[in-house]
C-alpha cells in the first residue's frame, strides 16, 4: 500500500503549490507583516550588496530585476520554503493538526469507500497545499510570495523585451500578463493540479508593478549613493499585497478531469464549498469581506483579466465564487 502511495505522489511532487483559503477560516493566524518585512528587507539588502560588489555600474532597471532574481526564479523559493518550515511564523494548517485530520474539511477532498484513496489524498493534498498567512489583514497562501517575486521577475523580464520589439507600454504589459495565462492553463495550473488561479496571476502582476516601482519616484526605490545602489525606505509587502490575493475574494476555476495529482478539482470544489456558507456568513467572515471590498482597487491585471473572461478567452470562475453559491 505504501509503495503504491509514494508511486503516485510522485507525480504530485511536479505541482505547484494550490490554496484551499477556506480551511483556514477555522483558525486564521495572526498578522506576521512585521516579520516578512524584515526577513525580505534583509534579503533585499544581500541583493543589493551582490549588486554593488559585482555590477556597480548597473542600470536602475538592471539592479530592480537582479532584486527579484535574488529571491529565486523557480517553483517553491528559499523564501517560501524558510517560511514553510519554521515554528517562528503563524500560519495554517500547521504542524500541530495530525495528517489524517489536517485536510478533512479540505474543498479539494471527496469521500471515498476505500483506505488507500483516502490515504493518497491525506498525503496528496499534504503536497499541494500551502499554508495561509496574515499580511496585514489578508490572508495569502504562501505561493503567493513565490509568484511574487519568481513570476513577478518574469513578467518584468517579458516587459522589458517587448517593449523593445513593441514600442508600446500597454502591450508589453499584455504580453508580460499572457506569459502568465499560458502558466496557469498549462504547466503551473490545469496540468499539474487542475487549478486555474486568479490569485496567482494577481501577485505576479504586482510582483512586477514591485520592480517597476523600484525605478518610481514612490514610497520604495532605487537611489545610486557613494556606496552604489540603495533603497531610500525600507520595502513593505502591505504595498503590494491586496485582497485579490486571497483566493476566497478572488476565486480560481477548477477543471474537470485529470491533472498530475490524480485529483480532479471541479466536482469536489462545487460539493464542498456550500459547507462553508453558515461560516461565510459569520461575523468574522463577514467583516473581512467588508474590509477586502474596501481597500479593492482593481489593478491593471484585474480589469485585463475580467475583458478576457468576459470575452470567453478565459475561463469563467463565478460558478465557484462562494458569494455566489452562498446566495442560491
Known amino acids: ?16 503549490g494550490e490554496v484551499d483559503q477556506y480551511l483556514a477560516w477555522n483558525q486564521l493566524p495572526n498578522d506576521e507583516s512585521d516579520l516578512l518585512n524584515k526577513l525580505y528587507n534583509e534579503e533585499i539588502q544581500k541583493a543589493l550588496d551582490e549588486i554593488n560588489k559585482n555590477h556597480n555600474d548597473c542600470s536602475c532597471k538592471e539592479a530592480s530585476g537582479r532584486i ?47 483506505d488507500i484513496i483516502d490515504q493518497y489524498q491525506d498525503y496528496s493534498l499534504q503536497l499541494q497545499i500551502d499554508e495561509i498567512i496574515n499580511v496585514g489583514g489578508i490572508y495569502i497562501g504562501l505561493d503567493k510570495l513565490t509568484h511574487f517575486t519568481a513570476s513577478g521577475y518574469l513578467y518584468y523580464k517579458i516587459y522589458q523585451l517587448a517593449l523593445e520589439q513593441f514600442e508600446s507600454e500597454e502591450t508589453a504589459i499584455q504580453m508580460a ?34 520592480a517597476m516601482n523600484l525605478c518610481k519616484d514612490g514610497p520604495t526605490h532605487l537611489k545610486r549613493t557613494g556606496k552604489g545602489w540603495e533603497l531610500n525606505s525600507a520595502f513593505d509587502l502591505r504595498n503590494y499585497v491586496n485582497p485579490f490575493w486571497d483566493e476566497s475574494f478572488n476565486p480560481s476555476f477548477y477543471y474537470e478531469g485529470f491533472n498530475l495529482a490524480f485529483m480532479p478539482k471541479s466536482e469536489a470544489v462545487l460539493l464542498n464549498i456550500p459547507d462553508y456558507c453558515t461560516k461565510f456568513y459569520s461575523k468574522r467572515i463577514q467583516g473581512i469581506f467588508t474590509y477586502y471590498q474596501s481597500i479593492a482597487d482593481t489593478s491593471y ?19 465557484f465564487n462562494i458569494r455566489t453559491i452562498c446566495r442560491e
Open 1 to 16: 500500500m505504501r509503495i503504491v502511495i509514494t508511486i503516485l505522489l510522485f507525480f504530485t511532487l511536479l505541482s505547484s
Open 68 to 114: 527579484l532574481k535574488h529571491f529565486g526564479i523557480g517553483l517553491n523559493t528559499a523564501m517560501e520554503m524558510r517560511l514553510k518550515n519554521t515554528i517562528d511564523i503563524d500560519k495554517y494548517p500547521n504542524d500541530d493538526i495530525l495528517l489524517s485530520e489536517r485536510y478533512k474539511l479540505s474543498i479539494f477532498r471527496i469521500e471515498y469507500p476505500f
Open 177 to 210: 500578463i499572457n506569459v502568465g495565462i499560458f502558466g496557469e492553463k498549462n504547466v503551473l495550473g490545469k496540468i499539474p493540479s487542475g487549478v486555474f488561479s486568479y490569485a496567482d496571476l494577481e501577485s505576479n502582476y504586482q510582483g512586477f508593478q514591485f
Open 301 to 319: 491585471s484585474i480589469n485585463y483579466l475580467q475583458q478576457l473572461i468576459q470575452n470567453n478567452e478565459l475561463p469563467d470562475p463565478s460558478p
